[in-house]
């Protein structure tokens, strides 16, 4: 059974930096595109980045490009979200996904697995 599980979430001030992880199960999603997302409250869940199977391709939301990064360690098989310069608009719950496909996705509907969430707030 493929596992996702998101960490590193929590408060920080305006200006700020995180960084988020995502622990994946190396046998299926590690030759998987993955893509972090983002919901706030009452809003639809959006695309933040991607990127593809060897870590060389990297796609963003106009939103965060020049802000965050995303990184992948296949040795350790985890994904990372490197935030940062944060903005009280940044305040969300990310998700980490996987998506069966060579490149990058934007699209929600295109990413087979899902982690549970980790909550990130941004205070002004």
């Known amino acids: 059974q493929v596992q996702l599980v998101e960490s590193g979430g929590g408060l920080v001030q305006a200006g700020g930096s995180l960084r988020l992880s995502c622990a994946h199960s190396?046998?299926?999603?590690?030759?998987?595109?993955m893509g972090w997302f983002r919901q706030a409250p009452g809003k639809e869940r959006n695309f933040v980045a991607s990127i593809n199977w060897s870590g060389s391709i990297t796609l963003y939301a106009d939103s965060v490009k020049g802000r965050f990064t995303i990184s992948r360690n296949k040795a350790e098989n985890t994904v990372y979200l490197q935030m940062t310069s944060l903005k009280p608009d940044d305040t969300a719950v990310y998700y980490c996904a996987a998506a069966p496909y060579v490149d990058p996705r934007r699209t929600a509907s295109e990413y087979a697995f899902w982690g549970q969430g980790t909550q990130v707030t941004v205070s002004s």
């Open positions: 190396a046998r299926t999603v590690g030759t998987s595109t």
